[in-house]
């Protein structure tokens, strides 16, 4: 019952939350007079750059990048340790306690799932999370206490939640909540609203690349980890309750270890120095690593075995990447992959009898691009955004398929 009205609040959140975002004016300043035949599709670079020069913000050495359901993108600005929040005109937002994203060291990657968790790594062995929903909306009470059923005895019990997840932890059987014990703690409302460690390996010399949230509805994370070479799934489960003024229930999340998607190789389905992650709506898994002789793969859920093979997809072409930093699925699920050492982007088809084959970017813009220390892509809408890191700058392409289809606005971000 709880989780059911969770999520009926929730979806019910992001369509408010999407409405209010209409306010911003969509970025797609045109930057070229080239003419465009009917069929020469190209992804057209925007202007302005959002850099420091144009933006109210000096990034440092921005490492990744990604978009929320509400359409606020997040930028881990690792220089500055912070998480930057932006519409997506380029203003910088502070609104609902996104100004309260800084003090997470060095930051390298950003998630936001379905319950608009943002999750953040920074290659140290522990994951944070900041809640966005818990900050723009109006919290009447808090809960560290709940009342639980185990089948096994029989028997209610009451405990904290941190007892209850280290229940877990241990491998013990789940229970079922039957109530909540709620107080009017301002302090406990507080702890709610902050950036807090959602989950620690037990490794303290783990080093945690890239996280990605699971599929929408999803109760699940994944990590990559290079000092130990593997890619885990780690499992949501409740360590705090907050009631609205609405009366909707929602929880406040720990991670505990699910289990290990892939170990430790060269061959498909293995990994060698795992760096960027995402997970598609199937479940599907996409990552980069820095090693190995399959340097972009796809793994499909749920037993998580290679999709593409080597001497049948262009995109497990030995040698074909050298650093690829990130990668990112569009609107048509399509992949983008951004090369460090490349300084390129590539895309590739992924689905139908194409699935894996190289795709087409057009003969000029974003397909000839050159890139200063690249490090973060998101492609949303036609547009893909590039974090050139070695510039401190956001570069952005729309597709394109005539001069007309490009805006013209010259309005700053």
């Given amino acids: 019952m709880i989780k059911t009205v969770f999520f009926t609040f929730l979806i019910s959140a992001f369509i408010f939350i999407a409405c209010d975002q209409d ?24 202007s302005p750059e959002w850099n420091n020069a144009n933006l109210d913000h000096d990034f440092a050495d921005p490492h990744d990048i990604t978009i929320g359901m509400d359409d606020i993108i997040y930028v881990a600005d690792t220089g500055n340790d912070q998480i930057v929040a932006m519409s997506k005109s380029g203003e910088i937002l502070t609104h609902d306690g996104l100004d309260h994203l800084k003090g997470i060291p060095h930051p390298t990657g ?7 968790n943002v999750l953040i790594s920074n290659q140290s062995n522990t994951v944070y999370c900041w809640n966005q929903y818990f900050n723009f909306t109006q919290i009447d009470s808090a809960a560290t206490e709940a009342l639980f059923y185990n089948s096994e005895t029989n028997k209610t019990v009451q405990m904290t939640f941190s007892d209850y997840v280290t229940r877990l932890k241990k491998g013990e059987s789940e229970l079922e909540i039957t109530d909540i014990l709620f107080e009017n703690n301002q302090s406990w409302i507080d702890r709610a609203r902050t950036v807090y460690p959602i989950y620690v390996t037990e490794e303290s010399g783990s080093s945690i690349n ?6 929408y509805g999803s109760d699940l994370f994944y990590l990559t980890e290079s000092n130990y070479d593997r890619i885990t ?26 289990r290990e998607i892939a170990s430790y190789g060269s061959g498909a389905g293995t990994v060698d120095d795992p760096w960027a992650i995402e997970v598609d709506e199937e479940g599907h898994i996409y990552f980069t690593q820095l090693g190995g ?35 990112e699925l569009d609107d048509q699920n399509a992949i983008f992959v951004i090369d460090r050492e490349n300084r390129d982007v590539s895309k590739f088809h992924n689905a139908g009898r194409r699935a894996g084959q190289q795709a087409y970017l057009g003969k000029k813009g974003l397909v000839t691009a050159l890139f200063e220390g690249a490090k973060g892509i998101l492609a949303e809408n036609g547009i893909v955004y590039v974090l050139e890191s070695g510039e401190n700058r956001i570069r952005r392409f729309q597709y394109s398929i005539s001069e007309e289809d490009v805006p013209d606005d010259d309005k700053k971000p």
């Fill in 23 to 46: 306010e911003y004016p969509l970025p797609t300043p045109k930057t070229t007079d080239t003419a465009f035949g009917a069929n020469d599709t190209n992804y057209v670079e925007l």
């Fill in 233 to 258: 799934e780690i499992r949501l489960v409740p360590d705090m309750a907050v009631k609205t003024n609405g009366g909707s229930v929602l929880f406040r999340y720990q991670g505990i270890h699910s």
């Fill in 110 to 116: 950003v998630s936001v799932d379905s319950k608009l």
């Fill in 210 to 215: 890239g996280v990605a949230a699971g599929q």
């Fill in 293 to 327: 002789n399959f340097r972009v793969q796809k793994l499909e859920w749920p037993d998580f075995e290679p999709a593409y093979i080597l001497g049948v997809h262009d995109i497990m072409d030995l040698g074909r990447f050298k650093s690829p930093t990130d990668i």
